[in-house]
Every structure is written in structure tokens, then in C-alpha cells.
């Protein structure tokens, strides 16, 4: 279901892009559909996928975390912060475990969201830059 949303997401954006002013000015001075598309829309489509893959990373990262403590996730033995957990889990006396995977996945994925924050920001065209 996750791709038909992201799917949806990025033509709603084409169809907003399409929309504005300037591409509306290009098509009314006869340019070409094609160079609309790769000039105007498809740049500034981007932007939104480029702003929104940290966070589909953390997603994935979490999901990821989450099977492989479970046990539906990568083979047993291979190193993974879900292995770490479940070792964690099984040795209780060894406290360090359990707080070296938390504190690494929380870093992790603190650090993505920091990332997608600042992406976001360099790319938001309603900032004014001086």
C-alpha cells in the first residue's frame, strides 16, 4: 500500500507543479511539453521525493530493526542492531548491550530525521536567502 501513496504523492505534486504561473506563461508562449517537463515540473517534483527519502530511510531502518528482533528479519548470527536487541534480551545481567543498541539506533535515527529537517529547509523555496 506504502508505494500506491508515494505514487499518489509525487503526481499530485507534478499536477500543483503544473499549475503555477510560469509553466502556465511557458505553455502559453509555445513551448514544447517535453521541455515544460524537464525545465520547469520535473525539478521542482523533485525537490518533494529529495526532501522525503531521510524519513522513508528511518522508516525502513525501524521496520528493519523491528523484524530482525523479532526474528522475521536477516538470517541469524548477522550483525544488525535488531541482533544486538535480542542478544540484550537473552543476557539481562549485561545491561550494556541492551543500552549500546538503543543508544545507536536512537543516533541513527535522530541523525536521518536532523538530515531530512536540513534538506528540507535548503530546498523550501518560501525562504527568503540572503
Partial sequence: MEP???FCRKRAEFFRTRALDYVRAAEALGVTTR???WRHTL???MIAGLTYIPFILNGYIATLTSLDFLGFGLPPGSASVGELLTQAKNN???PWLGL???FSIAFL???LIFIGEAVRDAFDARKIRV
Fill in 4 to 6: 500506491y501513496i508515494e
Fill in 109 to 111: 535515527l535522530s541523525l
Fill in 35 to 37: 521541455r515544460i517537463i
Fill in 43 to 45: 525539478p521542482n517534483a
Fill in 100 to 102: 549500546t543498541a538503543f
Fill in 92 to 94: 539481562i545481567h549485561a
